[in-house]
């Protein structure tokens, strides 16, 4: 996909460019969010979340771009402090029981919705800089990499 797009650009440097300083440095950012997220996300699945309360709760990275932007001094629209209490009262009713507490999984979940977030920032402010299709590549190698770590595929 890489050659095809960069030909079609007139372009032929293609993995020259794809393995430049810069671009390996957004590819490894944005990867290791994306290795991260899914990492966590799998993990909480398998200490036994169900699937709709930790899809829920990933998709709180909705609201977690907006709150990490402001970290960034980026403009955030007004609608966005409207949702985010919906969001927190959906995620309360989802998780709790008679007691307030969460289990380590939805922790995780939680975590994994960050991640996700970081990662979404990353592309955004990345993907202006370098060739968006390198950098989707070049990100989902390196999480691929990354999880090779823990399967001792390495």
Do not use: H
């Not at 393995?19 to 398998?46: D, E, P, R, V």
């Not at 402001?70 to 009262?89: D, E, Y």
């Amino acid at each position: 996909v890489m050659i095809i797009s960069d030909r079609a650009k007139g372009k032929k440097n293609t993995f020259k460019e794809a393995f430049s300083k810069k671009t390996l440095i957004c590819g490894i950012i944005c990867g290791s969010f994306l290795c991260g997220a899914t990492m966590f996300q799998q993990y909480s699945l398998s200490l036994g979340s169900e699937a709709g309360k930790a899809g829920f709760i990933t998709s709180l990275y909705i609201l977690f771009v907006p709150i990490l932007c402001i970290v960034f001094k980026k403009k955030v629209q007004r609608i966005v402090w409207i949702v985010l209490p919906v969001a927190v009262l959906g995620l309360y009713l989802l998780c709790a029981t008679n007691e307030i507490v969460f289990k380590l999984s939805d922790v995780l979940a939680l975590i994994c919705a960050v991640l996700f977030a970081c990662q979404i920032i990353s592309i955004d402010r990345f993907g202006t800089k370098i060739d968006a299709v390198k950098l989707a590549w070049l990100q989902f190698v390196v999480s691929a990499l990354i999880c090779l770590i823990p399967t001792n595929g390495l």
